[in-house]
């Protein structure tokens, strides 16, 4: 059964600073990764999704690298904003099957 | 496009009660997906519809069932509501092993 963890569970940063969501898994035999953005009382916002193949995808601020091998991903967001405040979830693909993590819980002070 | 259309929004149920809950997606994707979100959990996979015409066991489909009506339209019952089923529910749809893009929720309370 594939497990997914992410750390920290919660994260407060300064605005301007960079941050580094990780997310770990077990089997790495997975088709993707995708990471989400979750607003409080909202439904799921998908941000980036990575291929089995890839080791990384990119948009705006936003870059996820992959190590398949070690069963990792990290999501760095880059110079962050009050408007990046949310809760944020990665998810592997296992025969078409996501399996999320408990997400972090992102705060960025003005 | 709407995109991915649950309802309700919100409900609340005695126990024991029945009720279906409805997710539509107008993206023409193939799979179909639900899933429930408790506090301090993941995202858990109820049920999921690969194609139109079959549907198959997630990780908690216990006290659940699920139809796939056509392409466009999946929907998940509830037979007798329990207070263990008070959770958010989220309907997704995807391009088989692609991305996945999720509903707004519906948020059910078991009393």
């Known amino acids: 059964k594939q497990e997914v963890t992410q750390i920290p569970a919660a994260l407060s940063v300064p605005e301007g600073e960079n941050l580094v969501l990780n997310c770990s898994f077990t089997d790495s035999a997975i088709y993707n990764l995708q990471w989400f953005r979750q607003d409080p009382g909202k439904g799921l916002t998908s941000l980036l999704l990575?291929?089995?193949?890839?080791r990384e995808q990119t948009s705006g601020r936003l870059n996820a690298s992959l190590d398949k091998s070690s069963g990792r991903s990290t999501l760095y967001i880059a110079a962050s904003q009050p408007g990046d405040s949310a809760t944020y979830l990665c998810a592997v693909e296992n025969d078409y099957k996501l399996s999320f993590g408990a997400g972090t819980t992102v705060t960025v002070r003005a | 496009n709407a995109g991915v259309t649950q309802t309700p929004k919100f409900q609340v149920l005695k126990t024991g009660q029945s009720m279906t809950l409805q997710c539509a997606q107008d993206?023409?994707?193939?799979?179909m997906y639900w899933y429930r979100q408790d506090p301090g959990m993941g995202l858990r996979l109820i049920y999921y519809?690969?194609?139109?015409?079959?549907?198959d066991k997630g990780e908690v489909p216990n006290g659940y069932n699920v139809s796939r009506l056509n392409k466009r339209e999946f929907s998940l019952r509830l037979e007798s509501a329990a207070p263990s089923q008070t959770s958010v529910y989220f309907c997704?749809?995807?391009?088989?092993?692609?991305?996945?893009?999720f509903g707004p929720g519906t948020r059910l309370t078991v009393t």
């Open positions: 990575i291929q089995s193949s890839q």
């Open positions: 997704a749809s995807s391009f088989s092993a692609y991305e996945q893009y």
């Open positions: 993206m023409n994707h193939n799979s």
């Open positions: 519809s690969a194609s139109e015409g079959t549907t």
